[in-house]
Nanobody
Framework: VQLQASGGGLVQAGGCLRL?????????????VAWFRQGPGKEREFVAV????????DYADSVKGRFTISRDNAKNTVYLQMNSLKPEGTAGYYC???????????????????WGQGTQVTVSS
């Protein structure tokens, strides 16, 4: 599967953005999809993940209550709605997919087989 992330941009603190991750392929619904981010001089970190059907989601504590992950399997797209953005959220945001048949969605980046190219989010203070 190929992933294309989009929707990043420059926003003021407190603002919102919606990221999209569009996937190619006919078996998109077989993949768990996650968002990760990497800020300047920082390691990559987990942001959010959604199960194949969308019934299970998980969030990093730093974004819980402000970000919402969702998916539309008919459109082969996963979304990340980001509200109340903070300057520390400035990062490249990457979507990733893991072919999954069993188990809970994972926060571990090394388990993900496919990665998008990333979209930059810059939050000004």
């Amino acid at each position: 599967v190929q992933l294309q992330a989009s929707g990043g941009g420059l926003v003021q603190a407190g603002g919102c953005l919606r990221l999209s991750c569009a996937a190619s392929g006919r078996t998109f619904s077989s993949y768990t999809v996650a968002w990760f981010r990497q800020g300047p001089g920082k390691e990559r970190e987990f942001v959010a993940v959604i199960s194949r059907s969308g019934g299970i989601t998980d969030y990093a504590d730093s974004v819980k209550g402000r970000f919402t992950i969702s998916r539309d399997n008919a459109k082969n797209t996963v979304y990340l709605q980001m509200n109340s953005l903070k300057p520390e959220g400035t990062a490249g945001y990457y979507c990733a997919a893991e072919f999954k048949t069993l188990g809970q969605p994972s926060r571990l980046g090394f388990l993900y087989d496919f990665w998008g190219q990333g979209t930059q989010v810059t939050v000004s203070s």
